[in-house]
């Protein structure tokens, strides 16, 4: 599966240090999907136009089902990533951003800052990520089913998943899922606890 990757880079910066996510993301996608995958990257400065030509090449020449952007999510005048994923999709996918926030926040109590969106251009599905490794990792195992689904109606393939799952503590996050659960009574019938 080819996966298309833009990183943000800041031009002054030793090359060593313009790609820190690379390997963690290349390791957590190999972790996830059972079908090998090959990385178009790209590293570019925080600039909209540039940013904008990236997604757009990465989707319609590059053929990428899944296009991922790292970083730029948050509240500052130079986060923009947002914006621009959402001037170039062709149809909004809000739910992957609104899960990322939504089970992040324990761990990662910034995430409440996170404006990241996702959408669906052509045949490509663009997710945008956290910008630091571990909850790049925590995100994409998140994610991981809703990606594997949307890949299949979106390009027809089936990125095999290796089931290598996060737990999600429901009952922690959604406590009335317990009063709408049937329980059963002595005679085994189901009865709601509603």
Known sequence: MK????TFIDPAAPKAKQDPLGPEVE????SIFS????????????????LRAAIIRLCDEEKCPLVLTFGGTGPAMTDIVP???????DRKLPGFGEIMRYYSYERFKVS???RAEAGV???SLVINLPGK???????????????????EQIAGIKPGLKGDEIEI??????????????????EGEKHPTL
């Open 169 to 186: 503590p429901v009952d922690k996050y959604l406590p009335f899922l317990k009063r709408l659960r049937p329980k059963l009574d002595p």
């Open 3 to 6: 996966i298309g990757r833009i």
């Open 121 to 123: 251009r052509g045949k």
């Open 27 to 30: 390791r957590t996608i190999a």
């Open 133 to 151: 490794p571990k909850p790049v990792k925590f995100c994409l195992r998140l994610l991981q089913e809703g990606i594997a689904e949307a890949l």
């Open 112 to 114: 409440v800052l996170s």
């Open 35 to 50: 079908q090998p995958s090959k990385f178009v990257s790209l590293l570019i400065p925080n600039d909209p136009k540039q």
């Open 83 to 89: 914006d621009i994923t959402l001037e170039v999709v």
